[in-house]
């Protein structure tokens, strides 16, 4: 059976983006695209006045339109819709149950556009088991460039982090793109800048030649997997953040991690998830894993 993409659509220019990105993920995965409103919420432009059947109706337009749209656009992509009367994150939340990936939209540099208001964002992009794709409303989004590469965040290099790497190669993949790995890596501190230290150190080619070579041992099933992919490298010592921005200045996509397993307390994404989620341009993938 085909796992779904599914779209959180609220009639903001950003959730249109979002599913306009999303229809022509979907093709590119021949998967079948699911439009999702949930109508208990109050939108920008209907009247806080007005009752609940014009604010289901107004959703319902939403969703009709935007189906209608995509489809003369997309005429052999599979598109259905649902409107559900409940309250934004339980009804994203259960719709990304199983999906392929949920894609919404965003604004970006702090705030999250449509019903996405406050946490929400947060809390969705924090508890869902499966992939979330923030989408601005630019251009980048729009129409990703020839040749764009699809970039992939790698912080811990001990760590298999297997659908954070299956979601980057397939996502590279479908469309013939190269992917690049980027991984910022750090001195020991145990080294501090003690000379003999420092000559052990780099006794068997350096630090960052010993990160080279954990990376590709790490991609190495991978590559054997997706022979079709052209992988190159980034490796730097420097902010992990700063590293991954750079490298997506002209990327399509951009696919960070998340660890499912978290402090009980909050609702962290992780540092450098958070600043790519606020800075990059391109569509940002969030993948959770162990």
């Not at 420097?238 to 996509?253: F, H």
Request: net charge negative.
């Amino acid at each position: 059976m085909l796992r779904t993409i599914v779209v959180g659509l609220d009639g903001s220019p950003e959730s249109l983006a979002a599913a306009d990105w999303a229809a022509r993920e979907a093709q590119r995965r021949g998967l079948p695209l699911r439009l999702v409103n949930a109508w208990i919420w109050q939108p920008h432009d209907v009247p806080v006045t007005e009752d609940l059947e014009t604010q289901k109706s107004w959703a319902l337009r939403t969703l009709r339109e935007a189906k209608e749209d995509l489809a003369a656009r997309y005429p052999d992509l599979p598109i259905d819709t649902r409107q559900v009367s409940d309250l934004a994150t339980p009804v994203l939340l259960d719709q990304a149950e199983g999906s392929e990936m949920l894609v919404l939209g965003s604004r970006g540099h702090g705030a999250i556009a449509g019903f996405l208001l406050g946490s929400v964002g947060q809390h969705v992009l924090a508890r869902s088991k499966n992939p979330v794709v923030m989408v601005r409303a630019n251009e980048r989004s729009a129409a990703e460039p020839d040749g764009a590469e699809v970039v992939v965040a790698l912080q811990d290099l001990s760590e298999l982090a297997e659908p954070l790497l299956e979601f980057a190669f397939a996502a590279a993949a479908a469309r013939e793109a190269t992917l690049r790995t980027v991984h910022a890596w750090q001195l020991a501190p145990v080294f501090g800048y003690n000379p003999a230290a420092l000559h052990i150190r780099d006794e068997d080619g350096g630090q960052k030649a010993r990160a080279a070579r954990d990376l590709d041992e790490l991609l190495k099933p991978w590559r054997e997997k997706y022979p079709q992919v052209p992988v190159v490298q980034t490796l730097d010592l420097a902010s992990a953040s700063g590293v991954v921005l750079q490298a997506a200045v002209d990327a399509g996509l951009v696919v960070v991690g998340r660890k499912v397993h978290r402090p009980a307390l909050g609702m962290r994404i992780g540092p450098v998830t958070h600043a790519v989620l606020h800075h990059a341009a391109a569509p940002v993938a969030v993948v959770p894993h162990d």
